[in-house]
């Protein structure tokens, strides 16, 4: 598995805790979800820059992931969004953190639809971590 998939999948592991409701956290951008499985979180990757730090070689990357919460509400749908990014944060950034995990932004969407609110609240993170160009599935640090 490639390595940035690995990053994916160790933060999605850190939010397996949170109350969320059937549609849970999923590692993919597109997974669909249906109102009444929301509230639900995907994690996914972003952009992704590699730079060659030795002469080996090995390569750094610096992963961008997107951490999105999407919540639907009648009201206060703005607490809502805030109450997933707080209770996510909290989970993300406990004990040892992995790959230097850093929050770098939070971005926030909201739509209407029919009576109720549909809102999106993404924790943009930043990891770092080294890997060989031949073997793109080996994390070395």
Known sequence: MLAAAQVINAIALRLLAQSLGEGGVRTSRTW???????PACRVFAADELVTTVTQEPINQHQLQVDVQYTCVATADLDNAMHALAESGLQLLFAGVLPYGLQLTGISRQTATEGEAAVGQITLQLQCLYFVAPDAPQTIIS
């Open 32 to 38: 669909p979800w249906s109102e009444a499985e929301l």
